[in-house]
């Protein structure tokens, strides 16, 4: 570390470079952490978590009894144990609950002030933060399993394009008008919400060379339901996943399946699946809910990095705080834990700075003087 530190204030290094490695060091050392703790209020399964992308300090939770939750993730004690507190919560007593289960809720990505939520109710409401009250209902005719506010674009739409339900959207964190959908029919499908003719294409896991003596149908991006997709911060890739136990990588851009192999990824979720990826790394991760655990990949390898144990039931979503490499899960146990980077180890005062492990420094940055009176 000492050495990035260096090389980054000597010029030698691009200014990314130590972010990047911190980054990445820290999400490799992620552990369920007996210091952190978030407060417990669902009465039962936990289906959604979101982080507001402005600060990242205050987190929405939605529930299989429909009550949302808002929690401070700041620690405002500044003591080393401490606990995440709810500042507010749309409890079963409230006028505006929804009558059944919240599968996505979604802060407004440019203000904390509005956040989103969608249920089994076939509603999807707007939300003031300030009064928490209910600003707009919208109604459909069918089930909401997911919904999705764009980052990066100033008008929003939604879209279903498939024979079954949709069980996962995402908007392209690349182009404003680009929509990814996930459905029960095995399909994947990208939109532009500016043409009104369909999709722009279908995701095929076989590239377009199925064989004939294949029993499968064309065109479909799994072999069974596919719950949940995710776009990697840049926009060039998609993943998705599905009941037919993998998860696959796409590249946004020419819908090709990139073939990585992940192997066998429990999926035994009946709805949408909520997973995560994450941001400043390198290589990048990938955060996918297993069974009782979530499993941590490598997008790009498919390498099983670990799985991190602490759930006592399935786990249904999860969520990187980027800034600090946090991350949080809801599962059906009603609990939501929080995974931190484990602390440095302090280098111990009799300890000689000759018996501590070598790190790689900068090439460029290693002293090459010497005292010797022989060297000309």
């Known amino acids: 570390m000492l050495g990035f530190i260096s090389a980054r204030q000597a010029g030698l290094d691009d200014p990314v470079r130590l972010r990047r490695a911190e980054s990445t ?7 369920l952490n007996k210091d952190r703790d978030v407060e417990r209020i669902h009465g039962s399964g936990i289906n ?40 507010c919560s749309v409890g079963r007593s409230h006028p505006d609950v929804h009558r059944f289960s919240v599968e996505t809720v979604q802060w407004y990505p440019h203000d904390t002030g509005m956040f989103t939520s969608s249920s089994f109710d076939k509603t999807l409401k707007i939300w003031d933060t300030n009064t928490l009250q209910s600003a707009d209902v919208f109604h459909f005719e069918g089930t909401v399993y997911s919904h999705h506010m764009s980052p990066v674009a100033t008008k929003h739409c939604l879209i279903a394009g498939h024979r079954q339900e949709v069980l996962a959207v995402s908007w392209s964190p690349r182009h404003e008008y680009v929509l990814a959908t996930a459905s029960a029919d095995s399909r994947v499908k990208l939109w532009d919400v500016r043409r009104a003719t369909g999709c722009l294409s279908t995701l095929d896991q076989h590239n377009g060379e199925k064989s004939k003596a294949s029993s499968e149908a064309a ?6 339901r596919v719950n949940g997709l995710c776009y990697t911060n840049d926009g060039l890739h998609l993943l998705t996943i599905g009941t037919d136990d993998r998860m696959r990588l796409w590249n946004s851009s020419t819908g090709e399946n990139t073939l990585v192999n992940y192997g066998k990824v429990c ?4 709805k949408g699946l909520k997973f995560t990826v994450s941001c400043g790394c390198n290589p990048e991760f990938a955060f996918v809910p297993y069974g009782s655990t979530i499993a ?7 390498e099983l990095i670990t799985m991190l144990r602490g759930h006592y039931s399935t786990v249904n ?3 990187l705080q980027p800034n600090f490499q946090e991350l949080y899960s809801g599962s059906k146990d009603c609990n939501i834990l929080a995974w931190v980077p484990a602390l440095r ?17 900068n090439p460029a940055f290693e002293d ?7 060297e000309g």
């Open 25 to 31: 060091r820290r999400v490799l050392s992620l552990e």
């Open 48 to 87: 959604t978590l979101d982080i507001e992308p402005v600060e990242g300090r205050y987190m929405l939770s939605g529930g299989s009894d429909g009550v949302i939750v808002l929690y401070d993730l700041e620690n405002l004690s500044r003591k080393p144990s401490y606990t995440c507190k709810a500042l």
């Open 219 to 224: 065109n479909t991006a799994h072999n069974g």
């Open 267 to 270: 999926n035994e979720s009946r």
């Open 296 to 302: 941590v990949y490598t997008i790009f390898t498919g």
């Open 317 to 319: 979503c999860c969520v």
């Open 345 to 361: 180890e302090p280098v111990p005062d009799d300890v000689s700075e000759k018996s501590l492990p070598q790190q790689h420094l």
């Open 368 to 374: 090459a003087w010497s005292s010797s009176d022989d």
